[in-house]
């Protein structure tokens, strides 16, 4: 993982953890991705426990740059929805497989980046 404070590392840093959590597995003939966050759900309460955390730490680092209140309350929604549907025992791995907190929240923060530190924006083609 990218070392350092500047905004490209932190970018760099949390769209690693958000792959690590939503898409480190791809579901073969239906081309779907799962990650940490689902596997984790198989453990009752520390799996959701653990990964709501991961899910914080990538909160922590957008509020580090510098992201509203108001974006860090959304945040935190999508974490807490995905932490409550991850405790329902076995069954919480279904609806986490759907609802993608981690990329919901990726996408804020990389919203918040192109807008506020422009330079860590990756031209895709």
């Known amino acids: ?3 350092g404070r500047d ?3 932190v970018r760099r840093r949390i769209e690693a953890m ?3 959590l939503e898409g480190l597995i791809t579901i073969p003939g239906i081309n779907r991705k799962f990650g940490l966050d689902v ?3 198989f453990v009752p309460v520390a799996g959701p426990t653990i990964a709501a955390a991961m899910g914080g730490w990538m909160m922590w680092e957008a509020r580090n740059l ?3 209140k108001t974006h860090m309350a959304r945040m935190a929604g999508n974490i807490g929805i995905d932490y409550l549907l991850g405790l329902i025992p076995w ?7 759907f609802f993608r907190s981690n990329t919901r929240n990726l996408k804020m923060i990389k919203r918040y980046m192109d807008r506020h530190h422009p ?6 083609g």
């Open 39 to 41: 596997i984790l759900d």
């Open 1 to 3: 993982m990218p070392i």
């Open 7 to 9: 905004a490209t590392a």
């Open 119 to 124: 330079s860590t924006a990756i031209v895709q």
């Open 91 to 97: 069954i919480g791995a279904i609806p986490d497989f």
């Open 18 to 20: 958000e792959h690590m």
């Open 66 to 68: 510098g992201m509203t």
